[in-house]
Structure formats: structure tokens, C-alpha cells
Nanobody
């Protein structure tokens, strides 16, 4: 099984930047989708960015296009999310996630981290 651990969350002012990290262990297959989701109380968890291991296509939710960038360090099994021009509406619990085929939707995602809080004011 894959285990995911997020870090890098915190509080920042609007317009600032943060970089989230996700350490992953237990990969069985060479190709896997890894991505980021976020959720606020009372709302559905939504995918915001994803990339396939080994390099390839990146996907971003419209709400973060042009501001967030996903990247990965395959040698160390680490996923990153660079968040720039942060807005108060970006405030949420952010989750690292992965799946064997895709990880842009909750229904297709198999593994989840515990989450890291991001607060923008």
C-alpha cells in the first residue's frame, strides 16, 4: 500500500506563497497519478492539481491555473505544490493523494494523506 505524508502548510497573507510537500512510500507500479485536493468544512473535497509519476501531463483546476504549480522528485518519491498569489478563498485543508489511473476526482483516488492546513488572510 501507498502511504502519504503532507507538510508545509501554515498561515500567510494574501498575495503570498507557500510550498507543500508530500512524501510517498510503498509504490508498486512505475506509473501512478499523484495530486492535491483541498476541502473546507461542510464542502466537498475537490481536486486542484495532478501529475503522473515518471513525467507527463499535468492537470489543474480552473480556480488555481496560473497560480499553482505541481512537481515531483521521482528519486525521492516526493510531490510538491507551489502556491503563488494566494487568496483568502484558498484557505482549506490540503490533501496529498494518489491513484493507479487518475487522481483528479475523489471517486478515482485510492490513497490519501492526513492533510495540512493552509490559511490565507
Amino acid at each position: 500500500d501507498v502511504q502519504l505524508v503532507e507538510s508545509g502548510g501554515g498561515s500567510v497573507q494574501a498575495g503570498g506563497s507557500l510550498r507543500l510537500s508530500c512524501a510517498a512510500v510503498g509504490y508498486t507500479y512505475g506509473r501512478y497519478c499523484m495530486g492535491w485536493f483541498r476541502q473546507t468544512p461542510g464542502k466537498e473535497r475537490e481536486g486542484i492539481a495532478a501529475v503522473y509519476t515518471g513525467g507527463g501531463v499535468e492537470w489543474y483546476h480552473d480556480s488555481v491555473k496560473g497560480r499553482f504549480a505541481i512537481s515531483q522528485d521521482s528519486a525521492n518519491n516526493t510531490l510538491y505544490l507551489e502556491m503563488n498569489s494566494l487568496k483568502p478563498e484558498d484557505t482549506a485543508m490540503y490533501y496529498c493523494a494518489s491513484g493507479p489511473a487518475e487522481c483528479t476526482q475523489v471517486s478515482g483516488t485510492r490513497y490519501w494523506g492526513q492533510g495540512t492546513q493552509v490559511t490565507v488572510s
